[in-house]
């Protein structure tokens, strides 16, 4: 069964972002059941948990960031929910329990700074499949073969 973790921007996702994201899902989705897990963070995270609860073949795991940051915490209800963790700490969680990971950046060229950013690059050293969709919906993919 897929496991897909997603991480994204805390501004939203554009629409065309939505839209890449959705095809993601939906070819995933077209091989069978899969479990989402996502950080529970406004903005882009809120919307991947949207989008999966469309689907009838996802569970979703809620991996919620730290306590004292619940202001930015979009209090999404999963079918299931992990620990509150420091979102570093999270995001690992997340990509070492990912079998794909989708990311959806707030800027169109990576970035020295934010945790998306650094969340792909954990990623990329944990040398998992990865689809980045950018802002105008293309979508860039790294390993990525959607065979069992």
Do not use: Y
Not at 44 to 61: K, T, Y
Request: aromatic share 6%; net charge positive.
């Amino acid at each position: 069964m897929w496991q897909i973790g997603f991480t994204g921007t805390r501004h939203g996702m554009t629409p065309m972002q939505r839209a890449g994201v959705a095809a993601i899902l939906q070819q995933v989705a077209g091989a069978g059941e899969f479990v989402a897990h996502h950080g529970d963070c406004v903005g882009a995270d809120a919307e991947f948990h949207d989008l999966c609860r469309e689907l009838p073949q996802s569970f979703i795991v809620v991996h919620p960031g730290p306590l004292d940051d619940l202001p930015n915490q979009a209090g999404r209800v999963g079918d299931e929910r992990r620990t509150h963790l420091p979102h570093m700490r999270r995001n690992k969680n997340i990509v070492l329990t990912a079998t794909v990971m989708i990311a959806a950046p707030f800027e169109l060229a990576q970035q020295a700074h934010g945790g998306t950013w650094r969340t792909i690059e954990m990623v990329r050293q944990a040398k998992r499949p990865l689809a980045i969709v950018s802002p105008d919906g293309a979508v860039a993919k790294e390993r990525w073969q959607l065979q069992r």
